[in-house]
């Protein structure tokens, strides 16, 4: 294999840095696209790659090389992985498999807990208002899915402002907000170096609701001053603490401890003009992350003719 089949699980270390560089700058929709979709596409080719180190490694044991029918002597000289990188690729490999797997089926159960919670809700009325002090948001999906305001979150706002936190409802919902938030957790299971992509992806999915609901409102003031108002009724009433896993809430997910959170940076975006342009930012990102898809692939394909020519094909 050539030495290019170490650049996947390279680039990963580039996504905290490209992330800062497109978030604040591109529409949040492309955005949350290219991060989601990078994140899947670095993640998968990294794990690729250390299946294929570890196979290397594994044909050059003579004992296998025989079983196969494989010439140890062209696998030494075709192959420029050592065999301390493909020990080392074999040992975490399985680690990853195995935990990309209970990421699924914990995910799928935790969509298939809020469908069903979703479902048991009276009525088809996708908004259900909870009789509870606390302020709180968030949309969850289902058939159909729901929007869930405490009666606290309404009586801390005034009639415009809950139509704005509808229309910010309604975008995660129809935008299928979860599944985006769902890959690139996915992703970082199984690369934790794309770790930061997680709340680059979380920040502008709730950007791309935050300027739906002012083209929806066609008031940007009107927005920022709402998921200030929700943000401070939300702190002051204990709310954000029935968050349910697959559902996304008016202001995200809890910040880390001694963060300010997303909500300042939200509320800066939106009493800025909408983001326009950006368009080459996106290409440069687009490009390193097909990248990494092409030197999978050639990693792949070289693995393959060394294996051929090992077995005389």
């Not at 899947?40 to 044991?61: E, I, K, M, N, Y």
């Not at 075709?78 to 399985?94: E, K, N, R, Y």
């Not at 009586?155 to 985006?180: F, K, T």
Request: aromatic residues 4%; hydrophobic residues 50%.
């Amino acid at each position: 294999m050539h030495l290019a089949v170490y650049l996947p699980l390279l680039l990963p270390l580039l996504a905290a840095p490209g992330a800062r560089w497109l978030d604040d700058r591109l529409h949040p929709r492309p955005a949350a696209l290219l991060l989601a979709g990078g994140a899947l596409v670095l993640a998968a080719g990294s794990t690729t790659v250390l299946g294929l180190l570890a196979l290397a490694g594994l044909v050059r044991v003579p004992a296998v090389a025989r079983l196969a029918e494989l010439s140890p002597a062209v696998l030494q000289r075709d192959d420029p992985a050592s065999v301390s990188v493909a020990v080392v690729a074999a040992l975490l490999l399985p680690v990853v498999v195995v935990a990309g797997s209970r990421f699924v089926y914990r995910r799928v159960r935790a969509v298939c807990e809020a469908v069903l919670e979703a479902a048991c809700f009276p009525g088809q009325d996708p908004l259900v208002v909870l009789e509870e002090p606390a302020a709180d948001a968030f949309a969850m999906p289902g058939l159909p899915g729901r929007i869930v305001v405490s009666t606290g979150m309404l009586a801390s706002l005034d009639a415009a402002e809950r139509e704005v936190l509808l229309a910010h409802e309604r975008a995660h919902l129809r935008g299928h907000h979860y599944l985006y938030t769902a890959a690139v957790q996915l992703a970082v299971t199984l690369n934790p170096l794309l770790r930061p992509l997680a709340e680059r992806v979380a920040y502008t999915l709730e950007r791309w609701a935050d300027e739906a609901a002012a083209e929806a409102t066609g008031d940007r003031r009107r927005v920022a001053v709402t998921v200030g108002k929700a943000a401070l009724a939300a702190k002051n009433s204990g709310g954000r603490r029935r968050l349910p896993a697959a559902a996304l809430g008016l202001l995200g997910r809890s910040p880390r401890r001694g963060t300010p959170g997303p909500v300042p940076r939200r509320v800066a975006a939106l009493l800025a003009p909408p983001p326009k342009g950006g368009g080459w930012r996106g290409a440069a990102a687009t490009a390193c992350v097909a990248a990494a898809a092409l030197c999978t692939a050639d990693a792949v394909q070289d693995l393959h003719e060394v294996v051929r020519r090992a077995a005389g094909g």
